[in-house]
């Protein structure tokens, strides 16, 4: 009996420990997605990021998919896109930690592109949301 518990337990700590290819290839897509959106291919980079929230719900991937998805519709300049980008964030990851952070990086992408007025308004919801965030 103690042998078959030892074994179960090698077989499911080495299953544990070897890394899923999923989650691999979402960090690829991930890059491969950044690399669409610095070379403004944004079409590209917008289905990657969709097709990551979509296949990976819930988890830290889709959050950054999901910010970036926000990101590239305010450097494509679809702003009604980005709107509803922006809420879908809010409304998936209200309780994560890190909204905070992606709040102000989207703010951040409103800033860069000439939009002072959307920045501001998201940097001070950080403020009043988080007031102790470094962000």
């Keep these: 009996m103690l042998r078959k518990i030892l074994f ?3 077989v499911t700590l080495l299953f544990l420990t070897i890394p899923h290819p999923a989650l691999a290839d979402v ?5 491969q997605a950044a690399g669409y959106k610095d070379n403004r ?4 980079a917008e ?11 819930d988890t830290n991937d889709a959050l950054e998919a999901q910010k970036q998805l926000t990101v590239v519709y305010i450097a494509w300049d679809r702003q009604p ?3 509803a980008a922006y809420q879908q964030l809010l409304a998936n990851y209200s309780e994560d ?5 992606a709040v102000r990086s989207i703010g951040d ?5 000439g939009r002072y007025k959307k920045a501001i ?6 403020v009043d949301n988080w007031p102790q965030h470094e962000h």
Excluded: C, G, M
């Design 8 to 10: 179960i337990s090698s």
């Design 27 to 31: 960090s690829a897509q991930l890059k």
């Design 41 to 44: 291919q944004y079409q590209q």
């Design 47 to 57: 289905a990657i990021y969709q097709q990551i929230i979509t296949d990976f719900p």
């Design 81 to 83: 896109q980005a709107e």
């Design 97 to 101: 930690k890190r909204l905070a952070e």
């Design 109 to 113: 992408a409103y800033n860069d592109s």
């Design 121 to 126: 308004e998201l940097y001070q919801y950080v």
